[in-house]
Each structure stands twice: as C-alpha cells, then as structure tokens.
C-alpha cells in the first residue's frame, strides 16, 4: 500500500501565493511519476501538473506560467508551487502517484481563492 500526505492548502486573495506538499510512504522504492489534480465544486477532476521520473513536467494551459512543479529532495516527495492565483483556481487539490500500475491519491487539499 501507498499513502499520499498532502499539505499547504488555505485561503488566500487573488493574485496571492500558496506553496502545495505531498509526501508519499508505504510500499513504494522507486522515484514514480506524480502529479496535482483538482476538483472544482460541481466539476470533474482535472489534471492540474505532472512530473515524470526522470523531472519531465506538464501543464494544464490554464495554470502555465504560474504555477511550478517540482520534486523534494527525499524520495516521492513533490510540491506545487502556486503564484498569481485567482478565484478560479478555488478546489480541492488532490496529489496523484503512479505505481505498480495503480493510480494512488491523497485525500485532498483545500485552496480558496478570494476575489
């Protein structure tokens, strides 16, 4: 079993910041690909960023520019740097791991962003 701890949600004013983290433990060994999605209330979940093993990122066209992706130094560890923020941007930010062909997902964080 994997388990994703994710932090650093909260409510901020648009055009603020707010730093996301998620820590992966369990039964996992490798550096696995990871990434941030969100739910809107009354949307589907999107996919928000990604970062392969080997660093590789990727980005919903809305959040470019302004949001960043990276990993921490201990193992399966990954965190979403979020600038510029505006109302829109308001859900709950969920941290997804790919391993042993299963998609792993923390419980969520929320991010509300005030106009």
């Known amino acids: 079993q994997v388990q994703l701890a994710e932090s650093g949600g909260g409510l901020v004013q648009a055009g603020g910041s707010l730093r996301l983290s998620c820590a992966a433990s369990?039964?996992?060994?490798?550096?696995?690909?990871m990434g941030w999605y969100r739910q809107a209330p009354g949307k589907q979940r999107e996919l928000v960023a990604t970062i392969t093993s080997g660093g590789s990122t990727n980005y919903v066209d809305s959040v470019k520019g302004r949001f960043t992706i990276s990993r921490g130094i201990a193992k399966n560890t990954v965190y979403l740097q979020m600038n510029s923020l505006k109302p829109e941007d308001t859900a709950v930010y969920y941290c997804n791991l790919v391993a042993h062909g299963m998609d792993y997902w923390g419980k969520g964080t929320l991010v509300t962003v005030s106009s």
């Open positions: 369990g039964n996992i060994f490798t550096i696995n690909p």
